[in-house]
């Protein structure tokens, strides 16, 4: 999903303060992730999407945002 949404993995471990490992095991189904990892997540994923709408001039964007 990160590769769609072209996100490079290391900006996301970093952004979000989730390791590699956390990461995998949750796309693997050996854990869940916290509270605190999805709005993480979500906050990260947010902001991002919002900066390729920006970036790509796009004036509606996911979830009905718009892009300023």
Do not use: H
Not at 6 to 21: L, N, R, V
């Amino acid at each position: 999903e990160l590769k769609e949404r072209k996100i490079k993995k290391a900006d996301f471990y970093e952004a979000t303060g989730i390791t590699s490992a956390s990461f995998s095991q949750w796309r693997n189904g050996i854990y869940s992730p916290s509270s605190a990892n999805i709005k993480a997540v979500e906050e990260y994923t947010v902001t991002n999407m919002l900066q390729i709408c920006r970036y790509d001039k796009v004036t509606t964007c996911p979830s009905g945002t718009t892009a300023g």
